[in-house]
């Protein structure tokens, strides 16, 4: 029950955000300024709230899902270009698609939904996981989107994209969040309880902007246009129910920790991450594919997740 009443709460949410697009209380101006807000300053305060709720647990479980998420983003790369070459994914268009099977929604959806199944400490475990993520889509996703876009032609080849810009995008402030949440956590240091608690006050408005703003966007989203581009649906099967599904199954014989399993499962049957559709701005001929493959992903999740987490139990 747990489960569906926490579903409900979220899909209500998303139908305001909908409902204040169709409004034009919310804009895509808008989204975009919350977003990053988001992304820079609430997410980056409500991990470094979580890591307080894992204080004392087993050290060796965080260095395990570190390692796991090392892992898992240099497995994937592989898993998903193999997967665009067998779908015979035009040339122009792999890096998108490969690119939303690497990267999953974890801000917008997969916090939101780990918090208000498992709690702070999952957040804090979620986000250990997924440090990686950052490395590998600013050096070996944008390389490539780049590198496909500069053999069509639509752009020359960039030489100030600097070593030192690429870190700065590379080591935000999610990053240091993480970081910082990590350390607290190895050396068992605490925050000043004023700190503590202006970090969760911040921190916790993350959940419900963030899925107003996944509404609202999904409000400027065509449906129709994924009629001439199949693929989408295919991919989108494959990100939403074959890769949790596979997951579940094949963890769940060794993985004793319900949470630890919930959280896998659930990152892994997320939508595509919205930063792919604005990296993707740039390049006409990947900026389609890139902007509907996370539309149709997001809304196709409304239904997939629901049921992901029931088989869940």
């Given at each position: 029950?747990?489960?569906?009443?926490?579903?409900?709460?979220?899909?209500?949410?998303?139908?305001?955000?909908?409902?204040?697009?169709?409004?034009?209380?919310?804009?895509?101006?808008?989204?975009?300024?919350?977003?990053?807000?988001?992304?820079?300053?609430?997410?980056?305060?409500?991990?470094?709230?979580?890591?307080?709720?894992?204080?004392?647990?087993?050290?060796?479980?965080?260095?395990?899902?570190?390692?796991?998420?090392?892992?898992?983003?240099?497995?994937?790369?592989?898993?998903?270009?193999?997967?665009?070459?067998?779908?015979?994914?035009?040339?122009?268009?792999?890096?998108?698609?490969?690119?939303?099977?690497?990267?999953?929604?974890?801000?917008?959806?997969?916090?939101?939904?780990?918090?208000?199944?498992?709690?702070?400490?999952?957040?804090?475990?979620?986000?250990?996981?997924?440090?990686?993520?950052?490395?590998?889509?600013?050096?070996?996703?944008?390389?490539?989107?780049?590198?496909?876009?500069?053999?069509?032609?639509?752009?020359?080849?960039?030489?100030?994209?600097?070593?030192?810009?690429?870190?700065?995008?590379?080591?935000?402030?999610?990053?240091?969040?993480?970081?910082?949440?990590?350390?607290?956590?190895?050396?068992?240091?605490?925050?000043?309880?004023?700190?503590?608690?202006?970090?969760?006050?911040?921190?916790?408005?993350?959940?419900?902007?963030?899925?107003?703003?996944?509404?609202?966007?999904?409000?400027?989203?065509?449906?129709?246009?994924?009629?001439?581009?199949?693929?989408?649906?295919?991919?989108?099967?494959?990100?939403?129910?074959?890769?949790?599904?596979?997951?579940?199954?094949?963890?769940?014989?060794?993985?004793?920790?319900?949470?630890?399993?919930?959280?896998?499962?659930?990152?892994?049957?997320?939508?595509?991450?919205?930063?792919?559709?604005?990296?993707?701005?740039?390049?006409?001929?990947?900026?389609?594919?890139?902007?509907?493959?996370?539309?149709?992903?997001?809304?196709?999740?409304?239904?997939?997740?629901?049921?992901?987490?029931?088989?869940m139990g």
């Amino acid at each position: 029950m747990h489960i569906l009443s926490t579903m409900a709460m979220l899909m209500l949410t998303l139908a305001i955000g909908y409902g204040l697009n169709k409004m034009q209380i919310l804009d895509e101006q808008t989204n975009r300024q919350l977003s990053r807000l988001i992304v820079d300053v609430t997410t980056p305060l409500l991990v470094i709230a979580s890591v307080a709720s894992a204080q004392g647990d087993d050290t060796t479980k965080v260095m395990g899902l570190l390692y796991f998420g090392m892992g898992l983003y240099a497995t994937m790369p592989i898993i998903a270009y193999g997967l665009v070459r067998l779908l015979k994914v035009e040339k122009y268009h792999r890096a998108v698609y490969a690119g939303a099977l690497i990267f999953s929604n974890n801000v917008f959806m997969a916090f939101p939904i780990i918090k208000a199944l498992y709690g702070d400490t999952a957040l804090f475990y979620t986000s250990v996981l997924h440090m990686p993520f950052n490395l590998v889509f600013y050096t070996l996703q944008m390389q490539w989107m780049r590198r496909l876009a500069e053999k069509d032609g639509l752009i020359s080849p960039v030489k100030s994209d600097t070593l030192r810009h690429r870190l700065h995008l590379i080591f935000n402030n999610g990053i240091f969040a993480v970081v910082i949440a990590f350390f607290l956590f190895i050396t068992g240091t605490t925050l000043p309880h004023v700190l503590q608690q202006t970090a969760a006050f911040i921190g916790n408005t993350t959940m419900p902007l963030a899925m107003l703003i996944v509404g609202s966007s999904m409000a400027s989203y065509s449906l129709s246009a994924i009629a001439q581009e199949p693929k989408i649906v295919l991919f989108t099967f494959v990100r939403l129910v074959v890769f949790p599904l596979v997951a579940y199954i094949f963890f769940s014989s060794f993985v004793q920790d319900p949470m630890v399993l919930g959280i896998i499962t659930v990152t892994l049957g997320m939508p595509a991450a919205n930063i792919l559709a604005m990296a993707a701005a740039p390049y006409d001929n990947q900026n389609k594919i890139a902007t509907l493959m996370v539309g149709f992903s997001t809304i196709a999740a409304m239904v997939t997740i629901p049921l992901m987490l029931l088989v869940m139990g």
